[in-house]
């Protein structure tokens, strides 16, 4: 019988032991090379990192506790100490609104916090345009700690309403006031005969469309109404003419007013209520009048 022949070395001991070794000299050179390699860190490169942000992140907590505790103690320390209290009130901008007006409407007393006050100042703000219906805008700031000051924009007084021989302001935003005047203060025109107040903004709104040359020179806007034309208008001019018009169509017209002032030779009426025609006082004779 023939024996069964092997392969030398396929189970030698001393030849697994060399490839054994061989491979552990290999996984550790790939090792090596991975820790020397930049850009490729290791559990051990990132561990100093790890604790480096994780006393940054504790050093800003720190911080920003002491910072809310130090604000915070500051606030309550200025709500308890008397400088927190307000010791004087000053009103700005205002013209025809005195400022004790302004101040006792606030509703704010000496003594009162300041810092509540700058909270509640939109409520301010509203409540004082609520009892002056004039005050346009008001802010409410804080100076030197507890100083409160107010500044208001007031409406402008566009007109006054005469009812009963008596002269009512009339603001910007329509609002006709209260307040009786034995006279009208100003250039702002007059506004009489207007019993509805849908009139009224019509003339009102008649005015705003005038040409600014043409607004100075109105005194005053009467309604004529009749029972052809519940929107005839008169107007009153400071060089003595007189305007006839329309409520509707008089603000397109206008413009053609200085031209025909100058063409009649003398103070009279000039009407523009359909075309454009003028009569002088010191005669009955008319002239046709072209735009």
Aim: hydrophobic content about 35%; proline content about 5%.
């Amino acid at each position: 019988m023939k024996k069964k022949t092997t392969k030398n070395g396929s189970h030698d001991p001393l030849q697994l032991l060399t490839v054994w070794r061989t491979y552990q000299l290999k996984r550790w050179k790939k090792q090596r090379r991975q820790r020397l390699t930049p850009g490729r860190p290791t559990i051990s490169d990132r561990l100093p990192r790890l604790k480096a942000q994780r006393t940054a992140k504790t050093k800003w907590r720190l911080i920003s506790l002491l910072i809310i505790f130090t604000v915070g103690a500051c606030v309550s320390m200025y709500f308890i100490a008397p400088i927190s209290d307000i010791q004087q009130m000053t009103v700005k901008g205002t013209k025809s609104v005195p400022e004790q007006q302004v101040i006792n409407a606030s509703g704010i007393q000496i003594g009162d916090n300041a810092l509540v006050q700058i909270w509640r100042a939109p409520t301010t703000a509203s409540q004082i345009h609520k009892r002056l219906p004039k005050v346009k805008r008001v802010n409410v700031g804080l100076t030197h700690f507890n100083q409160l000051t107010f500044t208001v924009t007031e409406y402008p007084t566009v007109g006054y309403l005469v009812r009963h021989r008596q002269y009512y302001p009339i603001l910007e935003n329509g609002t006709i006031l209260t307040t009786k005047m034995a006279q009208s203060l100003g250039n702002s025109p007059v506004y009489s005969q207007f019993k509805n107040d849908a009139f009224l903004k019509q003339g009102l709104k008649l005015y705003q469309a005038f040409p600014k040359s043409v607004q100075s020179a109105v005194s005053e806007i009467r309604l004529t109404a009749k029972h052809h034309n519940p929107y005839q208008v008169h107007l009153y001019m400071n060089d003595g003419n007189e305007i006839v018009g329309d409520l509707r169509t008089l603000a397109k017209k206008i413009k053609y007013y200085p031209t025909l002032a100058k063409q009649m030779g003398g103070k009279g009426r000039i009407d523009l209520e359909v075309g454009a025609y003028a009569k002088l006082f010191d005669n009955s004779k008319e002239n046709s009048l072209k735009k």
